[in-house]
């Protein structure tokens, strides 16, 4: 070989070798992956809350013993004021939304009505205070908004009368029939949902409307004179409509 040419060769490789150390320690940027946003709204988790509005309804009462005649059914209507605190839990899978809901709270079914026939001083009342509710929810979340359906169990303590004050003279006997209990029945119904932040917390507020039954109610009693004992079935229904609020833990 030409004595001249390793000399050469040398140099070249020496001139190379920058230039492959300088590539092998290169950097490569890597390609940036855009960050998932969170959700606006985040619906799952405990909450507490409050509601207040109005109940009306119907309520009847028939007489099967022929006290009064005809022993036909009458009915009256009963409204009154409905307001409660509430506590459950949300699970949120992608736009569904569902959970259990309790609450108790204050509820008055009041009305009177007066049976219709001879004599016509004979009537039935109804009255009521204490409630709760045991409900599932379900719902669809869109961002800060849901829109759901629940439905579940209501008891409340309820008294139901029927009252005969012989304030006719076609009505010479007096009684006082009634019923106190607390009556379970069911309810459903919906509502609509309104997220928002305030004071770096989670709160909502809500509208909601349920339709509840409580059911049959049988009572009967002696009349004044000692007849009887005369039996009554009475049946009640009716409708809440409230809006409230939840703190989001």
Known sequence: MNPFLRPAIAFAIAGFLPLVSYAGTEQVTPKEVAAVAPPVCEWSGF?????AGGQFGHSEDKDLD???FPDRPWGYHEDGVAASGQMGFN?????????????????????????????????????????????????LAFGCWMFYGTG??????????????????????????????????????GG?????????HRWSVKAEYLYYDLGDQGFSA????????????????????????????
């Open 66 to 68: 022929n006290y009064n």
């Open 91 to 139: 699970w949120q899978a992608g736009h569904f939304v569902f959970g259990p809901e309790i609450e108790a709270g204050y509820m008055n079914l009041k009305g009177d009505g007066t049976e219709p026939g001879i004599p016509g001083d004979t009537v039935g009342k109804s009255k009521s205070d204490i409630f709760t509710t045991f409900r599932g929810r379900v719902g």
């Open 47 to 51: 909450y507490i809350g409050a509601t």
């Open 152 to 189: 579940g169990a209501i008891g409340v303590n309820y008294t139901t009368q029927v009252i005969d004050n012989s304030s006719t003279a076609l009505g010479p006997d007096r009684i006082d029939a009634h019923r106190e209990n607390f009556e379970f029945g069911y309810t459903v119904g």
């Open 192 to 200: 609509v949902e309104h997220m928002f932040k305030l004071w770096d």
């Open 222 to 249: 002696t009349s004044a004179n000692g007849f009887g004992p005369y039996h009554w079935h009475g049946d009640t229904a009716g409708h809440i409509v409230r809006a409230g609020f939840n703190y989001h833990f």
